[in-house]
């Protein structure tokens, strides 16, 4: 039966995946997987592959912990019961609220992209306006609100850099009349948000934003920058939302709004939140978040499984993990030290590539030597090389994807297996 999955998936998928984002940008192809555990992920034929991929970033953790399978099986023991809380979701929240800047009350989603449509809808409902202003090339999911200019090959590539930008990539199914909720603005330029708010007095509800641009490879911001779009929105009364739901966890307990030292009024949480279980949290302020109670007029933020019981449990196992001591440290280190000596391997052989990252997460880009710090430079990636390298890495054993990260269960065996991949596909370069 496992041998015929391609063919059975094709008659009844649509596209033969579950997802528009399941085909492998490098093959074109989807991969199938018969199981994961740890670093490893196994296809239909059974080979094992290092996960790189690691399910879009959802489990830095690793495949299988069992520390979070066996609170998931404790969960499912007191049975299922999706419509009602439970001392697992009170629990989860209250970590969220230790540990989160911003975090001072959470209301649960199921997924990332719910968790920024609430987000927006809150920003909404608190300031009485419509308009929402995000960034030209950030990702934010897959509702109306956010599928145009959301990813790097979607910008307004004619904007020099100090103006809004067009707004544009809308795909089919979505209503042109989004164009009318939004403001388009190029990232890591304060002086462009300030001067919209200026002329757009008492329009703006929010703002939104990745603090981190995981899912165009691996580009940085500033505190500087951040600390100014905040007085902005001080100054105008708009509601700074940061859409953590990639870079959440990953740079610490306190996401990446803890390592800026910036802390926004609303973030949204997912992925590693549960290391991969179904579930995700609006946190904020509890001036913003008491909207949702408002007795007059609330903002609407439900759902039958929301703060399910699966995904509470999972949630908190994976924060038992990351409060350990010392295990951001030796996660951190060894992910350093391994896409240090990648970087080494390429720049050896002669191949023109940078290795970005911040935290386990990372990317390649090829056709680039210098730090890549807009979406600007992407005109000079080689992205024949990137498909050929790619495709060859999966093909020695190495999976690759969207979303590159070296997980906390990525050992140094593990790695050091990994380099020596590395190095025989560069050599076929």
Not at 19 to 43: C, K, L, M
Not at 123 to 144: L, N, Q, S
Not at 206 to 226: F, H, K, R, V, W
Request: aromatic residues 10%.
């Amino acid at each position: 039966m496992e041998q015929d999955l391609p063919s059975l998936a094709s008659k009844y998928l649509m596209g033969g995946v579950s997802s528009s984002f399941r085909r492998n940008p490098f093959t074109g192809e989807p991969f199938y997987v018969q199981r994961a555990e740890g670093p490893h992920i196994w296809d239909i034929r059974g080979r094992r592959y290092i996960d790189f991929f690691m399910g879009h970033g959802a489990c830095p953790l690793g495949h299988k912990r069992p520390e979070i399978i066996g609170a998931v099986r404790d969960a499912l023991d007191l049975g299922l019961f999706a419509e009602h809380d439970s001392y697992l979701s009170a629990g989860l929240a209250g970590k969220i609220v230790e540990h989160v800047p911003c975090a001072e009350k959470v209301r649960y989603t199921n997924s990332g992209s719910e968790a920024t449509l609430l987000c927006m809808r809150l920003a909404r409902g608190y300031t009485g306006r419509d308009k929402i202003a995000r960034i030209d090339g950030h990702f934010h999911g897959v509702h109306d609100y956010v599928l145009c200019n959301n990813l790097a090959h979607k910008i307004d590539a004619e904007n020099p850099g100090d103006r809004p930008s067009r707004i544009g990539g809308l795909t089919a199914g979505i209503p042109q009349a989004i164009r009318d909720t939004l403001y388009v603005i190029p990232w890591n330029r304060a002086d462009v948000f300030e001067s919209l708010a200026r002329e757009k007095p008492g329009e703006i509800a929010a703002i939104i934003m990745n603090p981190i641009d995981y899912n165009n490879g691996c580009i940085t911001t500033t505190s500087e920058y951040l600390e100014a779009v905040r007085e902005t929105c001080d100054r105008h009364g708009i509601v700074l939302i940061f859409d953590e739901v990639l870079s959440g966890f990953r740079t610490g307990l306190s996401c990446a709004q803890g390592y800026y030292g910036v802390t926004p009024d609303l973030c949204a949480l997912a992925k590693a939140l549960t290391n991969g279980f179904p579930l995700a949290a609006v946190a904020g302020k509890e001036a913003v978040m008491r909207k949702i109670m408002d007795p007059a007029d609330p903002v609407i933020a439900g759902g039958t499984f929301s703060g399910n019981l699966l995904g509470c449990a999972a949630g908190l196992a994976a924060f038992g993990i990351m409060e350990a001591p010392g295990f951001y440290d030796g996660w951190h280190a060894r992910a350093d030290a391994f896409l240090g000596a990648l970087q080494g391997l390429l720049d050896k052989s002669g191949v023109p590539a940078r290795v970005q990252w911040l935290g386990p997460n990372f990317f390649i880009y090829f056709g680039i030597r210098e730090p890549v710090t807009g979406y600007g430079q992407f005109d000079k990636l080689d992205r024949k090389l990137m498909g050929r390298f790619f495709t060859r890495c999966i093909e020695e054993g190495l999976y690759f994807h969207t979303d590159f990260t070296v997980s906390a269960q990525h050992t140094q065996p593990v790695l050091d297996e990994a380099l020596s991949l590395f190095d025989e596909v560069i050599q076929t370069l």
